[in-house]
Structure formats: structure tokens, C-alpha cells
Nanobody
Framework: QVQLVESGGGLVQAGGSLRLSCVAS????????MGWFRQAPGKEREFVAAISWTGTTYYANSVKGRFTISRDNAKNTVYLQMNSQKPEDTAIYYCAADPSGRGSRVLPIDYEYWGQGTQVTVTS
């Protein structure tokens, strides 16, 4: 079992920045692929970014160039730096873990463990 705890969400104006953190409970975190997803009201959960166990990163087109995913294996933590935020970024953001280690997985079904989510609200 892996427990994931997100933090760092909040309210920000358009053009602003937030950094989300996700701490994993398991020491084998370094071998996991990690992803960030988001879900807006009335919409399906969508892929945002992912990072493989080797550090290779993948992004949704909607956030490419604005968001950066990174990981610190010594701290069992993955981050999502969000810059130049837009109102359409408003959603609950979820951290997810994939024991296969791949970072290229973009479907929620490919991830085995999920955090509880953190709300991000971007005002215009």
C-alpha cells in the first residue's frame, strides 16, 4: 500500500503561480512513476503531467510550457510547479502512483494509488 498526501492548493489570480506537493508513504517511491491529474466540476478526470522513475517527464498540451513536474526521491515527494495559471486550470488536483515506474501513462486507470486531492482555484 502507498499513501499519497497532496498539499499546496489554494486560490490564485490568473497569471499567478502555485506549487503542489505530494508525499508518498513508501520507501520504494523512487521506483514508481508519478502523475498529476485534475478534475473540474462536471468533467472527467484528466491527465496533467507525469514523471517516470528515471525522471523523464510528460505533459498535457494544455499545460506544456507552464507547468513543471519534478521529484525528490530522498523526500518521497513529487511536485507540480504551476506558472502563468489560467481560470481553466481550476480543478481538484490529484497525485497518483504507478508501480510500473513508467512516466508515460496518461490514463487514470493506469495508476494504482491516489491521493485525496487538493483544490486549485484560479480567478480572472
Amino acid at each position: 500500500q502507498v499513501q499519497l498526501v497532496e498539499s499546496g492548493g489554494g486560490l490564485v489570480q490568473a497569471g499567478g503561480s502555485l506549487r503542489l506537493s505530494c508525499v508518498a508513504s513508501r520507501r520504494t517511491f523512487s521506483g514508481y512513476g508519478m502523475g498529476w491529474f485534475r478534475q473540474a466540476p462536471g468533467k472527467e478526470r484528466e491527465f496533467v503531467a507525469a514523471i517516470s522513475w528515471t525522471g523523464t517527464t510528460y505533459y498535457a498540451n494544455s499545460v506544456k510550457g507552464r507547468f513543471t513536474i519534478s521529484r525528490d526521491n530522498a523526500k518521497n515527494t513529487v511536485y507540480l510547479q504551476m506558472n502563468s495559471q489560467k481560470p481553466e486550470d481550476t480543478a481538484i488536483y490529484y497525485c497518483a502512483a504507478d508501480p510500473s515506474g513508467r512516466g508515460s501513462r496518461v490514463l487514470p486507470i493506469d495508476y494504482e494509488y491516489w491521493g485525496q486531492g487538493t483544490q486549485v482555484t484560479v480567478t480572472s
